[in-house]
């Protein structure tokens, strides 16, 4: 594209009222003909994502053709928060919701356990009463590879960091991602008893850059708003009347016993620098002219750019569907 123009976040301007209108009249075209359902099961998690998604179903199909999930688990560092703030938005959306707590559902899985046992192989004294993350060096600071850390905190206030061996890391991504396919699990049951559909949550920068769990986050029967940026996200749900208390809640993942951002563990910029640094690139704008607007040095934009396209080769095979040897006759 030419750069004429001034790169600044107004690009990422929506007119909101009208997307709004879009995307509720292909819900129901979806959900209605196609797919000849009755409504729509979200799990809401307090976060601005699934907030809009329940608006826009509310909105589109009525309230009472709704179904809202609340998933807490007992590793989550902000459960009672979300648990609040997805009655708040249920109550002002007018949709049913109903609380499924899923800690016994991975303690039997054993997600808490196996998730432990990986820690220990690089904080042998990890254990009850310790909570932990995992975090990754930012890279818009380093060129160099990037290799996981844990952060674990000792019951007493002792605080560890210590580099991740590829074994432990893919350990604890492995067990961690028990939670959301178990969420998973527990929308689809509500789904088949209701002759409902599942709505997934992903933003256009998670979906674009694999940031969900196969099987997990990342299965659903509809998407509504896979195709907005992060930013635009929060515009809409702000004019869907999403509760202020949801609209200014910083995005997080919320799956590990710590607080962790997501760009400590996936992005490399905010939500709103990212979502810049993605339109840029998907519209061939030099790195030198995004870093400007966004105080960043062409060297460091270009080490965005590249984050991009590795995060897009990752995110090809979480979007694949399963591979047959040879095609089905009649099935198209």
């Not at 979300?82 to 959306?93: F, M, P, Y």
């Not at 840029?280 to 870093?291: M, T």
Request: proline content about 5%.
């Amino acid at each position: 594209m030419s750069t004429d123009s001034k790169i600044s976040f107004d690009l990422l301007k929506i007119d909101c009222e009208k997307v709004a209108l879009d995307i509720e009249a292909k819900l129901r075209r979806i959900v209605f003909k196609r797919f000849r359902k009755k409504g729509v099961v979200v799990g809401i998690s307090g976060g601005i994502d699934s907030s809009c998604v329940a608006a826009l179903c509310a909105r589109a199909l009525g309230p009472e053709r709704v179904q809202g999930l609340l998933m807490p688990e007992g590793d989550s560092t902000a459960s009672e928060e979300s648990t609040q703030l997805g009655k708040l938005l249920a109550e002002r959306l007018g949709v049913a919701v109903i609380t499924e707590d899923i800690t016994a559902a991975l303690e039997g899985a054993g997600c808490y356990r196996r998730r432990d046992e990986a820690v220990r192989a690089v904080i042998p004294e990890y254990g009850s009463g310790w909570k932990s993350k995992i975090v990754l060096p930012s890279v818009v600071d380093t060129d160099q590879y990037r290799i996981f850390s844990v952060v674990a905190v000792s019951p007493e206030g002792k605080e560890i960091k210590t580099r991740l061996s590829p074994a432990a890391s893919l350990g604890i991504v492995a067990a961690t991602n028990f939670k959301q396919r178990v969420r998973k699990m527990m929308e689809y049951y509500h789904a088949d008893r209701l002759n409902y559909v599942v709505a997934g949550t992903p933003n256009r920068l998670e979906y674009d850059q694999g940031f969900f769990v196969k099987g997990g986050d990342g299965l659903a029967d509809l998407k509504p708003i896979a195709h907005l940026y992060k930013s635009q996200v929060y515009a809409l749900a702000e004019h869907l009347g999403v509760p202020q208390e949801i609209c200014c809640r910083p995005p997080t993942t919320d799956t590990y016993s710590l607080p962790q951002t997501q760009e400590e563990f996936y992005f490399s910029l905010p939500y709103d620098k990212m979502d810049l640094c993605l339109w840029a690139k998907n519209h061939d704008v030099p790195a030198g002219d995004v870093g400007e607007a966004l105080g960043l040095t062409e060297e460091q934009t270009e080490r965005v750019y590249r984050d991009i396209e590795g995060k897009r080769r990752v995110a090809s095979y979480l979007h694949a569907g399963p591979v047959l040897i040879e095609p089905i006759e009649g099935l198209g």
